[in-house]
């Protein structure tokens, strides 16, 4: 991803425009948003994320490549109210980011573009 790369969260971010935005910087992760435990999956994804949002108030925010996991979750969470999950495609499987989510996006990104290449 080129460092100067970023995703704009604001009023006008749809969830569809998040992952599509998000596989395309980072082609090797995915990103799901859970609301109140549950994934917002294909039948949610034209909802504006501040539509969705548990905050009374929520806030635009910025992320870029060398964010870390953790600090793109809590974004989320203290922005919005949402609970995100970063996944790193493993060859043909994907896992959760939980053990490595100090590593920047850009770091988790590389990791598994070379587990891909290994396969």
């Keep these: 991803m080129n460092k100067k790369a970023e995703i704009e969260i ?4 749809r969830i569809s425009h998040l992952i599509k935005k998000f596989n395309k910087l980072f082609p090797f992760l995915r990103i799901e948003v859970f609301r109140r435990g549950e994934d917002m999956g294909i039948d949610h994804r034209d909802f504006k994320l501040f539509d969705i949002s548990s905050n009374k108030n929520p806030s635009s925010f910025k992320f870029d490549g060398e964010s870390k996991v953790i600090d793109v979750e809590t974004l989320f969470k203290e922005k919005l109210g949402l609970h ?3 996944f790193r495609k493993m060859g043909t499987s994907i896992v959760e980011t939980t053990f490595t989510s100090d590593w920047t996006l850009n770091h988790q990104n590389q990791k598994g573009e070379e587990i891909f290449l290994a396969y």
Excluded: S
């Design 10 to 13: 604001d009023v006008e971010t």
């Design 84 to 86: 995100i999950a970063i």
